[in-house]
């Protein structure tokens, strides 16, 4: 077991810290208000949240410091992803931190990391800052560059709507 332990510890820290932490800008044309809304109201969050070609039917947030949250992210052909976490800072409008973890088959969930995002105003309307660390490996930060730059689109085409 002290064996298993070791390689898990190796796995949580291949790739410095700064390679295992994500930063994804985009400028959004909506006020800050409106931007941190569509991450923290449950009939917004519900309308864009998840990549492109996913929809979301089913999710629990209680937006409150402490407070947990849940979304499953369905594709056409019936495949979900489960992901969850908690709340650890809400401050209107300007900064979200929480924590997001993968739910496993078991139900068990898997790897950890922290998702920080700041909206700051901007000249065209605001400009969301997405921190999320620390990933267990590169792979791990690659793959959700990818969703959550295909999630922000999402989100930018609820915006303009």
């Known amino acids: 077991m002290a064996t298993t332990e070791a390689n898990n510890a190796t796995a949580v820290r291949e790739g410095s810290e700064a390679d295992r932490t994500l930063v994804v800008e985009r400028v959004f044309k909506a006020s800050p208000e409106r931007v941190f809304s569509a991450w923290t109201d449950p009939k917004i969050l519900v309308q864009w949240w998840g990549p492109e070609g996913l929809h979301t039917p089913e999710y629990t947030m209680d937006v409150r410091e402490g407070g947990a949250w849940r979304t499953v992210m369905m594709n056409d052909k019936g495949e979900s992803h489960t992901?969850?976490?908690?709340y650890q800072e809400i401050a209107p409008p300007n900064r979200l931190v929480m924590t997001w973890a993968w739910e496993q088959p078991?139900?068990?969930?898997?790897?950890?990391?922290?998702?920080?995002?700041?909206?700051?105003?901007?000249?065209?309307?605001?400009?969301?800052?997405?921190?999320?660390?620390?990933f267990a490996n590169?792979?791990?930060?690659?793959?959700?560059?990818?969703?959550?730059?295909?999630?922000?689109?999402?989100?930018?085409?609820?915006?303009s709507n």
């Open 106 to 134: 078991d139900g068990s969930r898997g790897h950890e990391t922290v998702v920080e995002l700041s909206f700051e105003p901007a000249e065209d309307g605001t400009r969301l800052t997405l921190t999320q660390r620390l």
């Open 83 to 86: 992901a969850s976490g908690v």
């Open 138 to 159: 590169v792979e791990a930060r690659d793959n959700h560059r990818m969703g959550w730059t295909s999630s922000l689109s999402s989100l930018e085409t609820f915006l």
